[in-house]
């Protein structure tokens, strides 16, 4: 079975950074495309961004792109989340996810999450 550890949160000002990590074990690492979502208080979970395999491809939301980075390391089974610029509207759960590159699940679902690593953002 698929085990997703996060770790990197924590309490930053604003204009800061943070690296998120994940760490991956259960299965074979490169076979899984990796993503990072995230859940503020009282709202829903939104998509953040992803990374296939090969980690040559990545896709990046509108709210964070040009700040936020996705990489992974397929030596160390290990995602990453490289976050700068952060702003209070950051402030959110941050959750890694993942899915089997051959899934037959709807595109952009992910049926693997870890436990989440707390963000907070202060003005």
């Not at 503020?40 to 990374?51: D, N, S, T, W, Y």
């Not at 090969?54 to 939301?61: D, E, F, L």
């Not at 952060?86 to 999450?113: G, I, K, M, Q």
Request: hydrophobic share 35%.
């Amino acid at each position: 079975q698929v085990q997703l550890v996060e770790s990197g949160g924590g309490l930053v000002q604003a204009g800061g950074s943070l690296r998120l990590s994940c760490t991956f074990s259960g299965r074979t690492f490169i076979m899984y495309k990796m993503a990072w979502f995230r859940q503020a208080p009282g709202k829903e979970r939104e998509f953040v961004a992803a990374i296939d395999p090969s980690g040559r491809n990545s896709a990046t939301a509108d709210s964070v792109k040009g700040r936020f980075a996705i990489s992974r390391d397929n030596v160390k089974n290990t995602v990453f989340l490289q976050m700068n610029s952060l702003e209070p509207e950051d402030t959110a759960v941050y959750y890694c996810a993942a899915r089997h590159r051959a899934s037959a699940l709807p595109a952009n679902e992910y049926n693997f999450w870890g436990q989440g690593t707390q963000v907070t953002v202060s003005s």
